[in-house]
């Protein structure tokens, strides 16, 4: 079936140093979708990219999705101890009924 | 419009019992899916119900089950609870399959 793939699974940043994390899927995908979760929290929605090649800020944030449309990056500029979280890229699957699919995540840790 | 309510917020449970979790959409969000997270292994897709039929089920045994009712809300069972069951179990509703998630606060069960 179809995998999403992320690296790092663990980050550690001093703050004030950028964070990329990336995400590969075995197939094609019609959309990329991004979740924050913050310690003791729930995935939250970040962002969607639909287009290859699309690149999307928000503030620090940059997210881009790759032109075959199987990989997308989130990478942050200047980390800040609110960063610290784990990081979750999903992509639906194709054909019949559509779910989503979860990478395993990347947890960033940020030293003050 | 209010974000998805899961009740209890928390549980502590004895190996053998069964547990029966709620969750509430975002009004207007027919598809309901469940998630187990634990530490480590990321979230693990359990199913996802629309418009009360099962589209998607993931890979575990079927003490696991759920339904969903004709106002959407979904309840998830699990019996014959296992130490391994310890978890925070997420709900989360999309307008549509494979759609954007909007994650509840989750059930953070514990298996004694």
Redesign the interface.
């Known amino acids: 079936g179809q995998q999403v793939m992320q690296i790092p699974q663990y980050q550690h940043v001093q703050e004030g140093e950028d964070f990329t994390t990336y995400c590969n899927s075995s197939t094609t995908l019609s959309n990329i979708?991004w979740?924050k979760q913050r310690p003791g929290?729930?995935?939250?929605?970040l962002i969607?990219l639909v287009k290859s090649g699309e690149v999307k800020k928000q503030k620090r944030l940059t997210f881009q999705f790759g032109e075959a449309k199987k990989n997308s990056s989130l990478h942050i500029t200047a980390t800040q101890t609110t960063d610290v979280g784990t990081y979750?890229c999903?992509g639906?699957?194709q054909g019949g009924?559509?779910?989503?699919?979860?990478?395993?995540?990347t947890k960033l840790t940020v030293n003050p | 419009k209010a974000g998805v309510t899961q009740t209890p917020r928390y549980l502590i449970k004895t190996r053998g019992q069964q547990v029966t979790l709620s969750c509430s959409p975002i009004s207007g969000h027919r598809s309901v899916?469940w998630?187990q997270q634990t530490p480590g292994?990321?979230?693990q897709?359990l199913f996802?119900y629309?418009s009360e039929t099962q589209?998607?089920k993931g890979n575990f045994p079927g003490r696991f089950s759920g339904r969903q009712f004709s106002n959407s809300r979904s309840e998830m069972n699990v019996s014959t609870l296992e130490l391994g069951d310890s978890a925070l179990y997420?709900c989360?509703s999309s307008p549509r399959?494979?759609?954007?998630?909007?994650?509840?606060?989750?059930t953070r069960l514990t298996v004694l």
């Open positions: 979708q979740y929290g729930h995935p939250v929605f969607q979750f999903a639906p699957t009924s559509e779910k989503l699919v979860f990478g395993k995540g | 899916s998630y292994q990321g979230l897709f996802e629309f589209r998607n997420l989360a399959l494979g759609d954007t998630q909007y994650f509840g606060p989750g």
